[in-house]
């Protein structure tokens, strides 16, 4: 699983600070508010912002949790959800990367996790 693995180490160069720069947005980017309304579907909680940096709220346990995430056993509804941002036009990783450093390594684990 290359992909994987490449996400892995995506979000392994990150660090506190970077959650804390993307969550401390007034106004997100919306290619932020996709990837983290992403985040917010595989942790099976409501798609907004708002829920998004409650997520973040404390970044070294955020972190944690997209590393540890359980990604063999994600439910069809779960994955159905997903799948829909991830068709998304703006759902790429070079295309968010503009916005933020951490915006890109959670859009590039989004993506290996499904």
Do not use: H, Q, R
Not at 45 to 65: A, H, I, Q, R, V
């Amino acid at each position: 699983m290359p992909i994987y693995e490449d996400a892995l180490k995506a979000l392994n160069t990150l660090n506190k600070n970077d959650i804390v720069e993307m969550k401390s947005y007034p106004t997100p980017p919306t290619e932020l508010v996709m990837i983290i309304s992403a985040v917010c579907v595989l942790f099976d909680t409501k798609e907004n912002w708002d829920e998004g940096k409650k997520l973040m709220n404390e970044p070294k346990k955020f972190l944690d949790s997209l590393v540890s995430y359980k990604k063999d056993n994600i439910p069809e509804k779960i994955l159905k959800k997903v799948k829909k941002y991830i068709k998304m036009e703006n759902f790429k990783p070079e295309i968010i990367a503009k916005k933020s450093k951490a915006g890109e390594s959670i859009c590039k684990w989004v993506i290996a996790i499904v």
